[in-house]
């Protein structure tokens, strides 16, 4: 009992402490509008489908290289944050199923929602993408196929990334990220868009 209430009491001083610094790189940041994304309908000038294909998944990297997703799908286990992606504070690490470690889950911090007061992001899942899809400074040829590997991806094909990218609650707070941070470029709608038309020609991949 007293280790557990030891325990809960790190967990709450980390969380103050990770307040106390957020609130100081928010104040000395300001929150641009995202970036904008290309719709779909300007790439049907693209004759050739696999061209079009690539074309399509090189403007998705927009968002896939973005600080909202990167910050998420870092090479290591522990997260980064913010718009300039510094490692997280407080230490965290990814843990067994990227929900933190023991005594220290994401949800310590983390609600079901942003906490804009304190400017700590929220979700009702905030967790670490799994190590198989971890992005970090990879080129977006690398991610692409690292993408439509099934073994890697959580088994799920081309319908099921879409799926995925439209539905999940953590993918589309990318674009809702709460005060102090920029979203994701675009729309969620917009690069729903976009991957659908990628997924219907092709899925070609970049050159690496």
Same mark, same amino acid.
């Given at each position: 009992? *007293? ?18 610094? &957020? ?14 994304? *290309?719709?779909?309908? #300007?790439?049907?000038?693209? &004759?050739? @489908?696999? %061209?079009?294909?690539?074309? /399509? ?20 286990? !522990?997260?980064? @944050? ?8 407080? /230490?965290?690490?990814?843990?067994? %199923? ?27 899942? +905030?967790?670490?993408?799994? =190590? #198989?899809?971890? +992005? ?20 799920? %094909? /081309? ?8 539905? %999940? &609650?953590?993918?589309? +707070?990318?674009?809702?990220?709460? !005060?102090? !941070? ?11 868009? /976009?991957?659908?038309? +990628? ?7 970049? =050159? #690496?």
């Amino acid at each position: 009992m *007293r280790t557990a209430l030891l325990s809960a009491a790190a967990g709450v001083g980390l969380c103050i402490a990770g307040t106390a610094l &957020t609130l100081a790189q928010s104040a000395s940041q300001s929150q641009p509008g995202g970036a904008s994304l *290309r719709p779909v309908g #300007s790439f049907s000038n693209i &004759t050739n @489908q696999r %061209d079009r294909s690539v074309a /399509l998944f090189n403007e998705m990297g927009k968002v896939l290289t973005h600080p909202r997703c990167m910050n998420c799908h870092p090479a290591a286990d !522990r997260p980064r @944050q913010g718009d300039i992606r510094k490692l997280h504070e407080p /230490l965290v690490v990814r843990g067994k %199923d990227g929900h933190g470690a023991a005594g220290l889950h994401c949800s310590a911090c983390h609600g079901k929602q942003n906490f804009d007061p304190a400017r700590i992001p929220g979700d009702g899942h +905030w967790a670490l993408a799994p =190590a #198989s899809m971890a +992005w970090e400074g990879k080129a977006v040829a690398q991610i692409c196929e690292q993408l439509k590997d099934q073994n890697r991806n959580g088994s799920r %094909d /081309l319908a099921a990334l879409v799926r995925h990218v439209t539905t %999940d &609650t953590l993918v589309l +707070w990318a674009w809702h990220p709460g !005060r102090g !941070r920029e979203p994701a470029p675009g729309t969620a709608a917009e690069f729903g868009a /976009l991957m659908q038309a +990628w997924a219907d020609t092709g899925a070609a991949c970049p =050159a #690496s």
